[in-house]
Nanobody, 123 residues
Framework: VQLVESGGGLVQAGGSLRLSCAAS????????MGWFRQAPGKEREAVSV????????YYADSVRGRFTISSDIAKNTVYLQMNNLKPEDTAVYYC?????????????????WGRGTQVTVSS
């Protein structure tokens, strides 16, 4: 199993980034895919999740209306479009995969993790 994130970088507040996570080694269409983030000194938190089984999504309150998760099953790739970025969005963003059939936001339910990509938002 491999999850490879890309698309992170440095952006000014109000800007946008699009993260991608290319998945391989498992049946992508049967998994729940999530984006999590971890800032220095903070717990890892769920940002957004999508179930490839039924399309159900979850968004953290802090990103709802600014971020959009999407999944391309043909390409085995999940995306996170991040608009109107804020300095508090600065973190390492991780892609994760869960065998749960529904959109779960608890990190403990995720069996596979990518290495992460840094997102830095300057004020």
């Amino acid at each position: 199993v491999q999850l490879v994130e890309s698309g992170g970088g440095l952006v000014q507040a109000g800007g946008s980034l699009r993260l991608s996570c290319a998945a391989s080694g498992f049946t992508f269409a049967h998994y729940c895919m999530g984006w999590f983030r971890q800032a220095p000194g903070k717990e890892r938190e769920a940002v957004s999740v999508v179930s490839n089984n039924d399309g159900q999504t979850y968004y953290a309150d802090s990103v709802r209306g600014r971020f959009t998760i999407s999944s391309d099953i043909a390409k085995n790739t999940v995306y996170l479009q991040m608009n109107n970025l804020k300095p508090e969005d600065t973190a390492v963003y991780y892609c994760a995969a869960s065998t749960m059939a529904i959109a779960v936001s608890t990190p403990e339910w995720y069996e596979h993790w990518g290495r992460g990509t840094q997102v830095t938002v300057s004020s």
